[in-house]
């Protein structure tokens, strides 16, 4: 019983192409985005997506400034390649997992505020960043002061498994530098911290992991990497797609027209 919920819960998360986006309302034309941005979902709907900062479920507690809709928008060029690794990564039955993709000017602006904010340390500091203070997160690079994401060539991401059910985690956040004994409530492989753990733990190489929770960063990096996407070696889920001088926007992420309003 368990394993069919898994079945079906991984198959709302992971489309087939063709089989996917069961509207109720008549497809129109897509939200007009700027030249050269794409909706991800439009390009490849097999990658799953969840985006943090549409949701309460972020370092900062609430919906960030700018996600209007849980949406993955990149440029052509980056989703175009995203859509060759998930290709890759079929072969391996394996999916992506998107976090975070473009990300609006404001939103970066909304982080920085967070990070002056007083503290008001809690289960959200104890899950989110346990060894390094709120106000100390931008000089050790973990919070940027401008983003790559906001060029919209730049992804967070994971890999899910679609042979075997995911392992199971605890029914509670543990801390993100604790033990990595206890993966998070997530259908994600364990990489050993959760997205956007704000420690040494999440650096890609870090020996703090088990070594195949460091050889999974290995393939997600690999896999990356031959597609064209650069690793940020502090983050094991940051990836930037080649060198580009493209302009930073700051618009807010809508919901793709044509979009049934439950998504
Ligand atoms: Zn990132």
Not at 175 to 200: K, N, Q, V, W, Y
Not at 221 to 247: D, K, L
Request: some cysteine.
């Amino acid at each position: 019983m368990a394993h069919l919920a898994w079945a079906a819960a991984l198959t709302a998360a992971l489309p087939l192409a063709g089989t996917a986006q069961t509207s109720t309302i008549a497809p129109r034309a897509a939200t007009k985005l700027p030249a050269p941005l794409v909706y991800l979902r439009d390009v490849d709907a097999t990658i799953a997506q969840d985006i943090k900062y549409a949701t309460t479920d972020n370092f900062t507690g609430a919906r960030v400034d700018g996600y209007e809709a849980g949406e993955c928008i990149l440029t052509r060029q980056a989703a175009e390649a995203l859509k060759d690794v998930q290709a890759d990564l079929r072969r391996e039955k394996l999916s992506l997992k998107v976090f975070d993709c473009y990300r609006p000017k404001r939103a970066v602006r909304a982080f920085l505020r967070w990070t002056r904010r007083p503290m008001d340390e809690g289960a959200l500091t104890k899950r989110f960043h346990p060894r390094i203070a709120r106000d100390s997160l931008v000089s050790l690079g973990y919070i940027a002061a401008v983003s790559g994401h906001s060029r919209a060539d730049t992804v967070d991401l994971t890999l899910v498994s679609i042979a075997s059910p995911p392992v199971v985690g605890t029914s509670t956040y543990t801390g993100c530098a604790a033990a990595p004994d206890r993966p998070e409530p997530d259908t994600s492989i364990d990489m050993g911290t959760g997205f956007d753990c704000l420690d040494a733990k999440s650096y890609t190489g870090s020996r703090a992991v088990t070594p195949e929770q460091r050889n999974w960063r290995n393939i997600l990096r690999r896999a990356m990497q031959a597609r064209g996407f650069r690793n940020y070696p502090r983050e094991w889920w940051h990836f930037s797609y080649r060198a580009t001088t493209g302009a930073a926007y700051d618009f807010p992420i809508a919901h793709r027209a044509g979009q049934a309003l439950d998504r």
